[in-house]
């Protein structure tokens, strides 16, 4: 006959992430996906605009020159903190993984 109580006392886990390092790098990805979708709807919505280029045989380098070209500039600019956030969530995933390891 089993004699052990129904419900037993739950330890806290030893390897939890922290609350906040949690959210901050849920953040910084977020940040990264707006900012990979602004690249990549600015890119797709000039194609369309463009009627004077076939988007299947030229490239997209000649859609910098022209009509709509400021915005096919500006959306690497505004993709590279885009990449910064991915590389700062990553540290930070690491940096945490570390810091949980090692007690």
Same mark, same amino acid.
């Given at each position: 006959?089993?004699?052990?109580?129904?419900?037993?006392?739950?330890?806290?886990?030893?390897?939890?992430?922290?609350?906040?390092?949690?959210?901050?790098?849920?953040?910084?990805?977020?940040?990264? $996906?707006?900012?990979?979708?602004?690249?990549?709807?600015?890119? $797709?919505?000039?194609?369309?605009?463009?009627?004077? $280029?076939?988007?299947?045989?030229?490239?997209?380098?000649?859609?910098?020159?022209?009509?709509?070209?400021?915005?096919?500039?500006?959306?690497?600019?505004?993709?590279?903190?885009?990449?910064?956030? $991915?590389?700062?969530?990553?540290?930070?995933?690491?940096?945490?993984?570390?810091?949980?390891?090692?007690?």
């Amino acid at each position: 006959m089993d004699t052990r109580p129904v419900t037993s006392r739950v330890e806290p886990a030893r390897h939890a992430i922290s609350t906040r390092a949690d959210s901050l790098t849920r953040a910084l990805d977020i940040v990264a $996906l707006v900012e990979v979708a602004f690249i990549t709807v600015t890119c $797709l919505t000039v194609q369309f605009l463009r009627t004077d $280029l076939d988007s299947i045989t030229v490239s997209m380098s000649s859609y910098v020159k022209g009509q709509y070209g400021r915005w096919v500039q500006a959306s690497p600019l505004v993709h590279a903190p885009g990449i910064a956030a $991915l590389v700062s969530a990553d540290i930070a995933r690491s940096t945490n993984a570390r810091a949980v390891c090692s007690r």
